[in-house]
């Protein structure tokens, strides 16, 4: 082997690398010097180990929101997967009909958070938004300014009709992959219509549903607009996920310590939620046990 | 195993076809006899797949019935049928072991698992994959994965007819010969009625007992492979069989010549015979003659012509002339000992072996 050995290429990635530094690492790291640090003054700062860190763990309100947070996004996911492959396979996949329907989708994707929290704290009122007066027409005691289980499947809800969209396009673009002879071999083979989702349609759109399960996850486990701006975390603390929790700590009462060890905690616990769930969801479409019975 | 009947069969894609021109598949009767292979060659959009797939029930003619053993099975879907096909590219069912696969079309009939394991290791066995049952299906190389798609087909014991989509398009040259020849065993040893369609002469005529040549959604013959050769029925099967195609001259003709037919400016002696014959024929008449069959003549020998060598490759066996005769293009294949530079030479071309067409159909003799 006579490989030119050099180490001139690295100069190709240093551009790059200099811009990721100043917008990524400079500031990740100036939050892992926040989190050792006891910060008094601008000038003043005295170094507390990983207090910080044993603090924080032990903190209820901390508990309370990352178990909001982690039913929180299950729910997301449970809902928004099923029902954006759902979609995507109920959608018409040839002429205007398709554009319709692919241009009435993406509209939620369209519009700014704080304005989708905004669209559906007043569709939710009880006076003057249509969901909530028609709720409360019909009897149903709906309050999410007061009840707290309210609040929570209006957040819910608003998130199932923010994303599911982005689903179902996934999902779309996944299953208009499929050639058309895999459709006509499983009619030859006489597949029926839950073997041809099963064994072609789902495998097809693998990949596609990885992506969205893991930006869904990630996703609504950094959720913040749309709860601040429809029930500002409350009532009591019941809607306050994670980053909420975390911008309260660090704007609202400057414990810049405590607040950048949790950051760090918070990203962690983010990657290895998305490194499981990649791993799962990969290993899941590998390892199809053989079905041969012993009838020799 | 069946024996397929098409009467009045025809498709247009479109609602209301009222020209030819409109049809993808023209009107047209035709019978595959039971057990037979078959090759259907054409052109790429000669509308074989349409063909194919009326067959196998995907698409639902437009025009006349599709008979399986006399039963009509037009509106027939395609879980009825029992027709297995084979596609152009391997379709697999990637989660799947070699084994589910080859179970799948038997498990959706709903087949107990005794038989099924039964016939899957019996198609196994013929295909050479017994050793591969348990490995996933995902992993495994263009024709074993064509293997597969077949062993879908062959596994039901019920199957009227196995239908091939240019299957080995996308298989490796030097086992492209091994699995048509696999194909072959099979169809002897299971005596299945195989349509074969194919853009490849060469894999036509080595595959099947008689091809069926398409052009323009028509069927313009039906034969053996030599027959195709030697009497070609229309100019497209002279030109599409053989490789180089026939070569094709303009005819025309004396009212006071009762011996030869003129090519352009030159006359050529032909017989009283063939000219009688010619000059019944109504309509743009062609002399077609296949490349292998010219051959040297002296100067102002009957039958031949003065032409313009421009090209001479050797290929060993033989060598391939190429140049122009009466304004025309000439493509030759002669015999290798024969010596020859580009320039002007007397070529017989009017030899018994040379074919009259009349409106691109052959003139009987």
Not at chain 1, 84 to 95: I, N, R, T, W
Not at chain 1, 111 to 120: Q, S, Y
Not at chain 2, 135 to 157: E, P, T
Request: with cysteine; glycine share 8%.
């Amino acid at each position: 082997m006579n490989k030119p050995y050099n180490n001139k290429a690295w100069f190709f990635i240093l551009p790059v690398f200099l811009c990721v530094a100043f917008s990524a690492i400079l500031p990740l790291m100036t939050v892992v010097n926040y989190s050792v640090q006891d910060i008094l003054s601008p000038t003043q700062s005295v170094f507390v180990g990983l207090e910080w860190f044993r603090a924080i763990m032990r903190d209820p309100e901390l508990h309370g929101a990352l178990l909001r947070q982690l039913v929180f996004s299950l729910c997301v996911l449970l809902v928004q997967i099923p029902l954006g492959v759902a979609l995507a396979l109920a959608m018409p996949s040839k002429g205007w009909q398709s554009s319709a329907s692919l241009v009435v989708l993406s509209m939620p994707l369209l519009i700014p958070w704080n304005v989708v929290g905004t669209i559906w704290q007043i569709f939710g009122r009880a006076d003057i938004g249509l969901g909530g007066f028609a709720l409360n027409a019909l009897g149903v005691d709906y309050n999410y300014a007061s009840h707290s289980l309210d609040a929570w499947l209006t957040v819910l809800l608003m998130d199932v009709w923010h994303w599911t969209p982005l689903v179902a396009l996934l999902g779309f673009a996944g299953l208009r992959s499929i050639p058309d002879a895999y459709y006509q071999a499983a009619q030859i083979d006489g597949a029926s219509r839950w073997a041809v989702f099963r064994h072609i349609q789902l495998p097809k759109m693998r990949g596609v549903l990885m992506i969205a399960v893991l930006l869904r996850f990630m996703d609504s486990f950094m959720i913040y607009t749309e709860p601040f701006v429809l029930t500002g975390g409350g009532p009591g603390n019941s809607t306050t996920f994670l980053s909420q929790y975390l911008t309260q700590k660090a704007v609202g009462q400057f414990d810049l310590g405590p607040a950048a060890a949790f950051s760090l905690i918070y990203f962690l616990i983010i990657l290895l939620f998305s490194f499981v769930l990649y791993n799962w969801m990969q290993s899941a479409g590998n390892s199809a046990p053989t079905t041969e019975g012993d009838h020799a | 195993m069946a024996r397929i009947e098409f009467r009045n069969l025809g498709h247009a894609y479109g609602p209301h076809p009222s020209a030819p021109s409109d049809f993808a598949l023209q009107p047209m009767n035709m019978v595959w006899e039971d057990g037979g292979a078959y090759a259907l060659l054409g052109p790429s959009g000669c509308g074989k797949s349409t063909l194919l797939n009326i067959i196998s029930g995907l698409l639902t003619p437009s025009h006349g019935q599709v008979l399986f053993d006399g039963r009509d099975v037009t509106t027939t879907p395609t879980r009825g049928r029992n027709i297995a096909q084979v596609f152009q590219f391997p379709v697999l069912y990637d989660t799947m072991t070699v084994y589910d696969n080859l179970a799948f079309p038997l498990r959706n009939r709903k087949v107990p698992e005794r038989e099924v394991h039964q016939r899957v290791h019996e198609v196994a066995e013929i295909l050479g994959m017994t050793h591969t049952l348990k490995q996933r299906a995902s992993g495994m190389s263009a024709d074993a994965k064509q293997k597969i798609s077949l062993g879908r087909g062959l596994v039901r014991k019920d199957v009227s007819a196995i239908l091939f989509d240019e299957p080995l398009t996308v298989i490796d040259p030097h086992l492209k010969w091994q699995l048509r020849r696999q194909l072959k065993q099979i169809h002897q040893q299971l005596k299945l009625t195989l349509i074969y369609v194919t853009h490849d002469q060469v894999e036509a005529l080595t595959f099947a007992d008689e091809v069926v040549v398409m052009t323009n959604g028509k069927i313009v013959q039906k034969g053996a492979p030599d027959a195709l050769f030697e009497r070609p029925d229309h100019t497209f099967v002279g030109y599409f069989i053989g490789s180089p195609g026939m070569n094709f001259y303009p005819v025309s003709l004396d009212a006071a010549d009762e011996q030869g037919i003129r090519i352009g400016e030159h006359r050529v002696e032909v017989g009283p015979a063939q000219v009688a014959r010619l000059k019944r024929a109504h309509g743009a008449l062609r002399m077609g003659i296949r490349p292998e069959f010219i051959e040297l003549a002296p100067a102002g020998a009957s039958g031949a012509l003065e032409a313009e060598i421009v090209n001479v490759q050797h290929l060993g066996t033989c060598q391939l002339v190429s140049g122009t005769v009466a304004g025309h293009p000439l493509k030759g294949k002669l015999a290798a000992s024969v010596a020859l530079q580009p320039g002007r030479h007397w070529l017989r071309l009017a030899r018994p072996e040379a074919i009259f067409f009349c409106n691109d159909e052959r003139i009987a003799q």
